[in-house]
């Protein structure tokens, strides 16, 4: 059965009513240049059968190995009450509705999941999310540079310590709006950001807490600071950590102006990189720059509780071209599961999780210490993840120590040409004292067979 | 029947300017508010913007639809009315007293007087409902 249910003789007809000839005469106004034409790359279909079949030996690969990449995407245990409620047929549906006279618990469940992200983060007002925690960067980015009444700057200073791949996903985002992302380098000792050493207008300062290393940048200083310079703060946060870190709301004098991140590790699982949860907090006085749905409660005829899309004049179905987003969906399942996972979580559970994660990695840290051969990188706090520096090219110990079912990390030298002797190693709850003794013997072993 | 003051001057956009010196008074018609039905909120500019004539300065949204608001003459906006932000039905109740949006002290104060009249205004708006 074909994706596109039109049959030719529907196309005929439909072009014979607007009077063109084709549909290629129809996008004749696309440039040739912005087009992306034969897909080369992608094969012709496969049966069902034969889908079935790869998929199965290709999960068979995944399965062999026990993971300590982070960067970015975590791999925490989920109930498993949380993906069988969510596969559950009235809330497993293709398009997330909204129409309040038919889909009262969907706009619950919504209502729910940003009252949970507003008391984590410690934020006034939530959205019902978008599509990851690059996009929500970039959207915030775009949200800053809109609230910003008293800057009228199009700069935006980021901190060269958040995640690479989000900041690419930004420059790619705003680069054709007008507006200039300055990276700012981090400290080579400790890994974090500093106040800006060149003053200069900015419209908002985007850090990451923790960082892409793990560390803690001091937010603090550096929200008063943004402040003090007329631009807003943006934080950009794990949700996990928010049970053990100072809030975004609480940073510095007056808190972050606006709060986004990666909801993955709320219930979501790390498969092939999505999909994906951006959530997105702000200050109330903001919010009508905000993108996205926003569900509020109210009441109907008969004065019981209902909920319903609010502030829509913010978006796209109302305000057409000078909407706040192109953004006019969200993540409907996605915040299904986190909600589901966080209710059965509470605020005792996200924390033990957050906990065991962190002693994990100090307890990986000593072990790996120990041996004399591997230092951790970065000075100062961390969370749940560091980076650890050995004596040879961390791409030349991966291999070996795959060999032996252990994914030991991310090699930085991907990213940072200067850390290429790094591994980005994450641990979480999942991981036993044996796991985090199997991945020091593997460590060793490669390391041994490579002369160290 | 809406109300067209005639001491007023008018924007095709539905902007109602009202000068006092070299200081006028910005904000929307009766026609306009009763358009755009209940407004939940105004979105006003900065005082101390500088704005040109047709610069879109401002926003006002209703139950239906969200609007912008343009500059009528060049200038500095000087003051904005703050009551809007906790009682927007202001615009509605009285658009051309208390529901006012913001003033513009102008760099040509003759720039008005090339703006519609009342009954150049209601002329308009009397075609655009036919």
Partial sequence: MPFVPHTPNDERIMLASIGVTSIEALFDEIPQALRSGELKQTPSGISEMELLRTMNERARLDEMHLSFIGAGAYEHHIPSAVWDLVGRGEFMTAYTPYQAEA????????YEFQTMMTRLLQMEV???????GAT???EAILMAIRAN???KSRRVLVAGDINPAYIEACQVIVRNQGIELKVQGFNEDSGVIGLAAEPGEFAALVVSYPNYFGCLPDVDALTDWCHENGALMVGVVNPTAMALLKPPGEWGKEGADIAVGEGQPLGIPVSSGGPYLGFMCCKQAIVRQMPGRIIGRTSDVDGSDGFALTLQAREQHIRRAKATSNICTNQGLLVTAATIYLSL?????????????????????????STGKIKTRFTGPCFHEAAIELPIPAKEVLPLMAEQGILGGYDLGLSFRALENCLLVNVTETKTEQDLALYGTALLNALEAKGC | MAEFPTDLRYLKSHEWVKQDGDVVVVGISDHAQDALGDVVYVE?????AECQAGDEIAVVESVKAASDIYAPVAGTVVEVNAKLEDSPELVNEAPYADGWFFKVKVSDSTAVESLLTAMQYQALCEAEEH
């Fill in chain 1, 103 to 110: 889909s009262q618990g969907t706009l619950q469940l919504i």
């Fill in chain 1, 126 to 132: 939530a959205n019902a999310s978008v599509y990851d």
């Fill in chain 1, 136 to 138: 929500a960067m970039a």
């Fill in chain 1, 149 to 151: 009444k008293k800057n």
């Fill in chain 1, 345 to 369: 979580l509470g605020d005792v559970g996200l924390r033990s999780v957050a906990i065991r994660s962190h002693q994990g990695l100090q307890q990986l840290l000593r072990n790996l210490g």
């Fill in chain 2, 44 to 48: 006003l500019p900065e005082v101390g």
